[in-house]
């Protein structure tokens, strides 16, 4: 498990714009915000990933760097910045299960033949500029995610307040 204020691992994926992500090396002003994503197959991702697309903007004014992950294929994640309307959204791909194990991620089993046979779950992370964790949100299905104007207000708080992570008591 992830404690706040403790260093997260060093995420590392491929983009779909041909790059490589390191989260060590793309630290945001004052967060970065990692999104991790079921993948192509859920339409509750599709939804909830437009609308972080369309909140871009207003995470770089609060200076939150922004990326979206899955275990998906390339050629999965690259379809989905096809077919989702996601312009602007740094999009990750190739996770392993393990590394998401690492990040205390819910791992799946896929229950149709729409799913892929292993995945993992949402989760929300915000990193601070030192790479320590300051909070995070799990789920272990699609449904009951934190909405991204929430984060949004939460962000403008804490960096106007100075609030502190909680929860590594």
Known sequence: MLIPT?????????????????????????????????????????????????KLEDFKERGVNVIAVSANTKELAIETTEKWKIPGLTLGYGMSIEEAREWGL????GISDKEPKTFFEPGLFLILPNQTLYACSLQSMPFARPEFKDVLNAISYVNKTGYPARGDA
């Open 106 to 109: 819910y791992v799946s089993n």
């Open 6 to 54: 403790k260093k997260v691992p060093n995420l590392k994926v491929a983009l779909t714009n041909g790059d490589q992500w390191e989260l060590s090396s793309q630290l945001g002003e004052n967060f970065t915000m990692i999104v991790y994503y079921r993948g192509l197959h859920c339409p509750v991702c599709k939804n909830y990933l437009e609308d972080l697309a369309k």
